[in-house]
């Protein structure tokens, strides 16, 4: 199973991946992770890519996407599937992912989005700002992000329908467990598909 979930800045796509990586025991593929990990760990990568977080922009696309190849080819995605958390952020994202996918006769099963309105976003952004410290949670970086993701994020959702994907929204302004509960739903719906049956074995 390969899931994705997309969603604005603040609209809890960290929280529920760790329920669907626990739930369903996919692996996580978290971009925004591996990036801040990249940037912890002072790699060029990493070091050009915490300057552009900082200020809410998207990190260049073919850094993205090589980096989602390399943990892509890694065992446990073979193994178990994967969740894909905060990628594709682009449609030229979307399709070099697709592109992978083929070449191992993998498909996308499930994108789930999280609709959360702005003004809540914003709430919640300033309230993590205060406990995890996140270099981008500024007020100034929250806008940039929201930008992005009306620019470059939501024409992603519109280029999976044109593509006939199956696609999922899901009311994120409601208590964390019931978010959790739909989330895990729309997933289930999917595993349970006949179609996808032989390919989990
Ligand atoms: P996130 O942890 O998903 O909120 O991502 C934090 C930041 O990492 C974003 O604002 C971007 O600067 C960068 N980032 C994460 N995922 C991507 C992606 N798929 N494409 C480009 N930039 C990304």
Do not use: W
């Amino acid at each position: 199973m390969i899931a994705a979930l997309l969603g604005p800045p603040g609209s809890g796509k960290g929280t529920q991946a760790e329920f669907l990586v626990k739930g369903f025991g996919l692996a996580h593929v978290s971009t925004g992770n591996l990036l801040r990990a990249e940037a912890k760990a002072g790699t060029d990568l990493g070091r050009a890519a915490a300057e552009i977080m900082e200020t809410g922009e998207l990190v260049p696309d073919d850094m993205v996407v090589r980096m989602v190849e390399h943990r892509l080819q890694q065992r446990d995605v073979a193994d178990v599937g994967a969740l894909l958390d905060g990628f594709p952020r682009t449609v030229p994202q979307a399709e070099a992912l697709t592109e992978m996918l083929k070449r191992t006769h993998h498909q996308i099963d499930v994108i789930v989005c999280l609709d959360v309105p702005v003004a809540v976003l914003e709430q919640r952004i300033m309230q993590r700002a205060e406990k995890e410290g996140r270099s981008d949670d500024t007020a100034i970086s929250f806008e940039q992000r929201m930008r992005e993701y009306t620019e470059k994020t939501v024409p992603v959702i519109d280029y999976y329908r044109a593509n006939g994907m199956h696609i999922v929204s899901v009311n994120g302004d409601m208590a964390i467990e019931d978010v959790g509960r739909d989330v895990a739903a729309a997933v289930t719906g999917v595993a349970q598909l006949p179609a996808n049956d032989g390919r989990r074995g």
